[in-house]
């Protein structure tokens, strides 16, 4: 099943990554304590701007900022809507 949203412009719909349950030491986090996700899997890619070309395509996992873009839900899924320039790296 796709995505129904096309983003416009220089922007993407990124699907969060579920955060961990256990640290590396096998500490389990407890959802009080857990913070939001900051890594995700670009799910659709606007055309960009005359001056922006996209980098970012569908399929990459992505590094953003805690606090980017504008969260949606649809069909269940929670979704971010960002600019490229919001994301920080291509992990």
């Keep these: ?3 129904n ?3 416009l ?4 719909v990124i699907e969060p990554v579920a955060a ?3 640290t590396a030491s096998g500490i389990i986090i407890p959802e009080t304590a857990k913070e939001k996700p ?3 899997k670009v799910v659709a890619v606007g055309k960009g701007t005359k001056d922006h070309e996209m980098t970012v395509k569908e399929g990459d996992m992505v590094l953003y900022g805690k606090y980017a873009g504008t969260e949606l839900k649809l069909d269940g899924t929670d979704y971010l809507i960002m600019r490229e320039d919001d994301i920080l790296a291509i992990v």
Excluded at 9 to 12: E, H, K, P
Aim: aromatic share 0%.
């Design 1 to 3: 099943m796709g995505l």
């Design 5 to 7: 949203v096309k983003p």
């Design 9 to 12: 412009s220089d922007r993407v």
């Design 20 to 22: 961990e349950n256990k």
């Design 38 to 40: 900051q890594k995700g």
